[in-house]
Structure formats: structure tokens, C-alpha cells
């Protein structure tokens, strides 16, 4: 078993080795981009501190749900635990989102390191108050994570250093990438600390905080910010951004694309690894997998870098690939995890996760070309004056999605009977696996779609919708 695995990891770094040796030649205006000395250190110096951000998140995320099991808590007390990071998300991340509009971006980037270290200690102890603090904590710095430091970036390329927007694609396409490669390191370092020292699962909890407090420091010592603060209370920048995002019809569709797409991705942790439960006799290596779907979305990000040298292949329409492969994937798995093609009983189990596993690593490849272009297209709709707090007001309805799927899970049978753990001996409920896969194409699928109205409606930039909606500049 381990020794396939070990081989779709190398076919993966030989596809990955040939796609970034050719996207060299396909960047767009990359030999413009390389001549330009204050587009390298300014990329450079957002690419360091995003490095160390998303490191030290990946570090924590193999081993949450194991560190709560090993404090004794049981899977309706670890929901309740998900669920407030998620909540917090939404309710905080939105407030902190309007804050740093009108202090700043680089204010709100210091904070992720210091929030995300409380968070970290708290886990350190098994009091459940404290947990739930610290998942409030989490739920805050992710929303940073994934607002103020993009928002910061786009700020200082485009209204500041007056960068070409097309240069923005290079960017965040070599993010997506790094981030990858990091999720890898940092699943390696994760698994040596917790497995091979045996220091346990609350290590790379620990291990982390180095990281954050680094990212902080940098940012206070490096970053600089060039932004006239919105004069608006937090209040009405939160107003604007939510009426704005239900009537301007290009942010709208683009936020259904983000909600259920993003939705989707956190339900995909939770389902991949019981479908590997199928296997009747042995389980696969889940440190080997996790690695191979990081390589699969690595090559996404290259192969989203080499469309871009094709005009007729724009974030639009790369977004429209991937949100097209995202739900063909999972319309394979439904009906592979299903009886339709091959029974559910023998050597053929095999077969069935193979199948699956396949169509995981394309569904990761989609995510490697999602992220650049959905960041990317943002950069185009939303305006400069309140993108962070519309960048977190539009995340509401997929983190609501997310806790519905999280309820749903957790209450579709009694919680002395989880469907998605596998005792031993115990058959996995392919049935309600097979109900998730449903579920994910047909959001998948809705993605598809308002991604294509996406492209039809999208024929103004954030500067004309400031226009139109008499947003000041």
C-alpha cells in the first residue's frame, strides 16, 4: 500500500518539476516583472511574511482534532469546538475586517501573529473554556489570515507602486505554490515532532508560535503601508460593504462562488479520510496522502500560471476550469463510492478508493487554480477603501455552510455511533459518504455556474463600482 502511494508522490513531482520548468516561458510579462526592481522586493517581502503565516497554520491543522481526543472529548463536545472557531470567523473576523479599513492593514497583520500564539497556548491545557477561547482566537486570525495580508498587498501594488493589475496574477500564483510546498514541510515537521520524537500531539501547537511571533515581527519591522484609512465608523463601513455586496451583481455572484466553494473544501477534510476507511484490511499512509495533495495542488498553481500565457485562458476562465473539475471530481466519487459501477463487496473495495483517490488529487488541482484567480478577480470588484471588510463579510455564508455541514454530521446519528469514524470492525456508512459526495457536487456544480455568470456580468472595475455607489477614494 505505502509503496503505491510513494509512487504517485513521485509521478507527482515529476509533473510538477516539468510544469514549473515550463511555465518559466509562460508567465505573463515575466522578463518585465523580473527587470523591476520594486515589484521583486515588494513581492518578496509579501510573499516572506505570508510564508511564515501560512506555516504556522499548516503546523496546527494534522493534529487538532487528535489533541481534543486526546484530552478525553467526545465528538459532540469537539463539534461544539469547530463550530465556535467557525461562528467566531464570521461574527469577529467581520468586525476586525472594518477595523483594520479604517487603522490599517498592516495593524491587523502584527495582530495574526499575537492572536494565533494565544491561540496555540491555549491548547496546551485541556480546560474546555480555554479551547473554546482559543478556537475564538483561531477563528479571528484565520479570518486575517486570508483578508489584511492579501488586502495589504493589492493596496501597496496597485494604488501605491501603480504596478500593472496583471502582475498581481504572478503573485499569487507563486503564493498558491509556496504555500503548497509549505503545507508539505510542514506536515513532514508535524509528523516528526508528534511520531518520531512522540512529544505529542499538542507539539506542533507549540513549534508554531515561534513562527507567528516571527511573522510579527517582520511585518513591524519590514512592511511598510501606504493607505488613506476609510473616516467611516467600523459600523458604517460594515453597512457599505453588505450593501454593497448584495446589490453590486459582479461581487455577489463572485461571493456564491467563494462560499460554497471554500464550504466545500471544509467538508472535504472531513470526508476524504473516511472514504480511505472503505479498505477492508489495511489503511493508507495519511501523512503520504496529505503530501500528494498538496504536490496536486501545486501543479494546479503552475498550471494556472501557464494558461495565463494564453490569452484566451484568463482568471475568469480558469476559475470557470476549476470550479468545472471540482464538481466533475466529485460526480465521480458519488457514483464510484456507490454501487453503480463496481459492487461493494471483495477485492473491488480497492478499486473504489483507487478511483476515488484519483479524482481527490484532480479535486486538488482545481484548488491550486481557485485560489490565484478567485484572489486575483476580488482585487478587480472590491473596493480598496472597505476590502477587508468585505472580503470577511462575504465569507458569512460559507462559514454558515460549513456549520451546517458540521451539525448535520455530528447529529445525523446518535454521538455514541459516529457516521464518519471507523472502530474497529466497525463498516463505515458508505451510504452517507456517498450523501456528502452528492452534496459537494451539486455545490461544486452552483459554483460552476455563477462562475459563468461571473464572466458574463464582469465589465467594471472596483473603481467604477466606487463610482457608482458614491464611495469616497
Known amino acids: 500500500m505505502d509503496v503505491m502511494f510513494l509512487i504517485v508522490i513521485t509521478v507527482l513531482l515529476v509533473i510538477a518539476a516539468i510544469l514549473f520548468a515550463v511555465s518559466k516561458k509562460y508567465v505573463v510579462e515575466k522578463l518585465k516583472q523580473e527587470t523591476n526592481a520594486d515589484f521583486q522586493n515588494l513581492q518578496r517581502r509579501y510573499l516572506i511574511v505570508y510564508c511564515l503565516a501560512c506555516f504556522a497554520d499548516w503546523l496546527q491543522g494534522p493534529y487538532v482534532y487528535k489533541l481534543y481526543k486526546q484530552y478525553g472529548y467526545d465528538e459532540g463536545e469537539i463539534a461544539v469546538l469547530f463550530i465556535t472557531g467557525t461562528i467566531s470567523n464570521s461574527l469577529f473576523g467581520t468586525i476586525t475586517g472594518a477595523l483594520a479599513d479604517i487603522y490599517g492593514r498592516k495593524t491587523l497583520c502584527i495582530s495574526y ?140 455572484s463572485l461571493s456564491v462562488v467563494q462560499s460554497l466553494y471554500e464550504g466545500v473544501m471544509y467538508l472535504f477534510i472531513y470526508i476524504w479520510t473516511p472514504t480511505f476507511d472503505v479498505l477492508k484490511d489495511s489503511k493508507p499512509p495519511l501523512g503520504l496522502v496529505f503530501s500528494s495533495f498538496m504536490l496536486a495542488l501545486m501543479i494546479g498553481s503552475k498550471i494556472y500560471s501557464i494558461l495565463l500565457g494564453n490569452s484566451s485562458f484568463d482568471s475568469k476562465k480558469q476559475l470557470q476550469l476549476a470550479t468545472f473539475i471540482a464538481s466533475f471530481s466529485f460526480l465521480i466519487c458519488a457514483l464510484t463510492i456507490s454501487n453503480i459501477f463496481i459492487d461493494y463487496n471483495g477485492q473491488q473495495k480497492y478499486y473504489k478508493v483507487m478511483i476515488c483517490y484519483f479524482f481527490f488529487l484532480l479535486y486538488e488541482i482545481s484548488i491550486g487554480m481557485y485560489f490565484p484567480s478567485m484572489t486575483y478577480l476580488k482585487s478587480q470588484v472590491i473596493p480598496e477603501k472597505i476590502r477587508v471588510t468585505i472580503s470577511n463579510v462575504i465569507k458569512i455564508p460559507s462559514n454558515l455552510f460549513i456549520c451546517m455541514a458540521l451539525l448535520w454530521i455530528y447529529c445525523k446519528e446518535p454521538r455514541e455511533k459516529n457516521i464518519l469514524k471507523v472502530e474497529e470492525n466497525q463498516k463505515p456508512d458508505v451510504d452517507f459518504i456517498f450523501t456528502i459526495f452528492v452534496v459537494c457536487f451539486i455545490a461544486t456544480f452552483v459554483t460552476f ?4 455568470i461571473f464572466s458574463k456580468f464582469h465589465t467594471e472595475t472596483y473603481k467604477d463600482i466606487i463610482k457608482r455607489h458614491e464611495i469616497e477614494v
Open 113 to 252: 501573529g499575537i492572536l494565533y500564539s494565544g491561540c496555540c497556548m491555549t491548547k496546551m491545557f485541556g480546560n474546555f473554556q480555554l479551547l473554546l477561547i482559543g478556537r475564538m482566537l483561531g477563528g479571528i486570525s484565520t479570518s486575517i489570515l486570508y483578508s489584511a495580508f492579501d488586502s495589504w498587498y493589492i493596496n501597496e501594488h496597485i494604488n501605491y507602486h501603480k504596478f500593472p493589475e496583471e502582475w498581481l496574477n504572478s503573485t499569487f500564483a507563486k503564493a498558491t505554490f509556496f504555500n503548497a510546498t509549505l503545507a508539505i514541510l510542514a506536515g513532514l515537521l508535524s509528523y516528526f515532532l508528534v511520531s518520531v520524537l512522540e512529544y505529542g500531539p499538542v507539539a506542533p501547537f507549540i513549534m508554531a508560535i515561534p513562527f507567528l511571533i516571527t511573522s510579527t515581527i517582520y511585518v513591524i519591522s519590514v512592511i511598510n503601508e501606504h493607505y488613506v484609512r476609510n473616516t467611516k465608523s467600523a459600523s458604517a463601513s460594515v453597512k457599505k460593504a453588505v450593501i454593497l455586496w448584495i446589490t453590486n451583481k459582479n461581487i455577489f
Open 449 to 452: 455556474i455563477f462562475s459563468k
